[in-house]
């Protein structure tokens, strides 16, 4: 292997050499060698590495006789797992010590099954095979500022798009990126510049990777960039709109989701509604909400003893005279959690307005129980949802389950849990966004508050991969193929409120009927039981 490597480092040293007559590394350019790049090998780092360790030695016995039926030799403290009793001992031992009950008798040796003792402990050594950091390559802009932060750029003049090759072994070094755009081959050593011209609403597609001394190569990586006229440019300025969907991508965050779906924001960036301001001030709201209202008088923070009723209707809300009696401390109330918006906005990518928008249409800012005891929170959250948010968002399940349930029980995933763990799992997590307090001042536990802005912000990521794996179920396509970036963010919000069975059968209806997934085809088709969910939708996005 060895040999190998130095066989293709000395080839690649060869080639890099010939490279630097024909590429125009470092310089904007279009396309940095008009020949067809080889495919590359990918990533080939394997190294072995010897390990001192402590050997813990059991034996498996059964309860009657003592009878020793197999030897175990485990690197980590604490009874062997039951993968390693598998391993070791056979199916059918397994399968009797993972049902057997409890052994609780004074005598043993009445009880069934087996038992483990540890017999003894040792150090020893053993070869580890780890897998080296492979090469990288990045994607950013030269000459744009980010006029969002939502990842969308405006550059004056020719945008470049620049690939940087990474490589993190010392002692070795990027000797040339290349790949394809549009289809046309280009080749630089090490680093390409690429002059970007605009291109249609859909963008251009692009393929790159990175050769490296050490004698393999990146895996090959994926870009999608659009370059679209600016809407108010003007004969004096050449502003063009650039957008870069990759994995790869150092620049501001993009649109959350567009990874999701395979869609990009609209040109210039996303509507207000599911965007994410400069400033918390920007989310600023004066709405005289009637619920909120009534909760305010209720708790004693407004005095409306002047007005009829005590400013109170039936049925949970605020009179006129309430509403006015309360518009001060009503106004305060839904501006707190502002900052807690945008800094989820910021850590999830959710747009800050969109979260906003969400918490005033489900609770109106008052983070209890509002619908029924199975809604809690500013996002009112049920188990449904609960179970959405641990199941299709893997990053936020591996944060809060150990939270609840033991590292190794999490370890698992959630979709292996065990029912009775996945009940309690999602029993939590509504638990912990629903703020009701009774010993808090107002009956509100405003750190739980502010700990759920985070929650429901993630469990929206959640819904926005689930929706877009219902539409992929319908349609057998990329969402981004069949509906607007818009039109799946209300997609989205059907699947949060009314579930993804409700957006499935809507999806599938419009679909056979139109060929076509837009919010106005799909809303039309939703059956009475989910009808509500298009003024849910409509107000969210006004």
């Not at 009793?85 to 409890?102: A, K, L």
């Not at 003792?117 to 080296?132: C, E, G, H």
Request: glycine share 8%; with cysteine.
């Amino acid at each position: 292997m060895l040999a190998n490597s130095r066989r293709r480092l000395l080839f690649n040293g060869i080639i890099a050499i010939l490279m630097t007559f024909i590429s125009l590394a470092g310089e904007p350019a279009r396309h940095a060698s008009a020949s067809t790049p080889s495919a590359p090998p990918g990533p080939d780092r394997v190294a072995t590495i010897t390990v001192n360790y402590t050997a813990y030695e059991w034996w498996m016995a059964t309860w009657r006789k003592n009878i020793v039926v197999c030897s175990l030799t485990v690197d980590h403290k604490g009874q062997p797992t039951l993968g390693e009793i598998y391993e070791n001992c056979g199916q059918d031992v397994y399968e009797t010590f993972r049902d057997q009950p409890s052994c609780d008798t004074a005598n043993p040796k009445l009880c069934e099954g087996y038992y483990l003792v540890l017999i003894q402990t040792s150090k020893a050594q053993k070869q580890v095979t780890i897998t080296l950091p492979p090469p990288e390559v990045w994607l950013s802009l030269e000459g744009c500022d980010s006029v969002s932060r939502e990842g969308t750029n405006i550059c004056q003049g020719d945008p470049v798009l620049v690939l940087q090759g990474e490589e993190p072994l010392p002692n070795e070094h990027i000797l040339r990126i290349e790949g394809t755009m549009d289809g046309q081959p280009f080749t630089c050593d090490p680093t390409c510049k690429i002059r970007l011209a605009p291109t249609d609403t859909d963008g251009v597609a692009m393929q790159f990777w990175a050769w490296s001394s050490y004698g393999d190569s990146s895996e090959v990586f994926a870009a999608q960039v659009r370059v679209a006229q600016a809407a108010d440019n003007n004969p004096d300025q050449n502003s063009l709109y650039v957008d870069v969907l990759s994995s790869q991508w150092k620049g501001v965050r993009l649109a959350s989701c567009v990874d999701t779906w395979g869609t990009f924001a609209p040109v210039g960036g996303p509507p207000p509604w599911l965007s994410t301001p400069q400033n918390a001030s920007d989310l600023s709201s004066d709405i005289p909400y009637s619920y909120l209202a009534a909760n305010l008088i209720l708790e004693g923070a407004v005095d409306a003893s002047a007005c009829p009723d005590g400013g109170l209707v039936p049925g949970g809300g605020a009179n006129q005279c309430g509403q006015d009696a309360a518009r001060s401390a009503a106004e305060a109330w839904q501006n707190q959690f502002d900052e807690l918006i945008m800094r989820a906005a910021d850590d999830t990518g959710v747009p800050a307005q969109l979260l906003k928008n969400l918490f005033a249409r489900e609770s109106q800012f008052w983070p209890g129980v509002f619908k029924s005891v199975s809604d809690a929170g500013l996002g009112q959250l049920t188990e449904n949802g609960a179970d959405a948010a641990l199941l299709w968002n893997p990053s936020f399940y591996s944060q809060y389950c150990p939270l609840v349930l033991s590292a190794q029980t999490c370890s698992q995933g959630y979709l292996h849990l065990k029912s009775r763990d996945q009940k309690l799992l999602r029993a939590a997590l509504v638990s912990s966004v629903n703020a009701t307090c009774n010993n808090c001042a107002l009956g509100i536990d405003l750190s739980r508050a502010d700990f759920s802005i985070g929650v429901f912000a993630h469990t929206l990521l959640a819904t926005c991969e689930q929706t877009g794996q219902v539409i992929f179920n319908t349609v057998r396509q990329s969402p981004g193929a069949v509906a607007s970036y818009e039109d799946l963010w209300k997609f989205t919000l059907v699947d949060y409120n009314a579930g993804a069975g409700c957006l499935a059968l809507a999806l599938d209806a419009a679909w056979n009927a139109d060929h076509k997934l837009t919010w106005d085809t799909v809303s039309n088709r939703f059956t009475p039981v989910c009808a509500p969910a298009k003024d849910y939708v409509n107000d969210i996005s006004q």
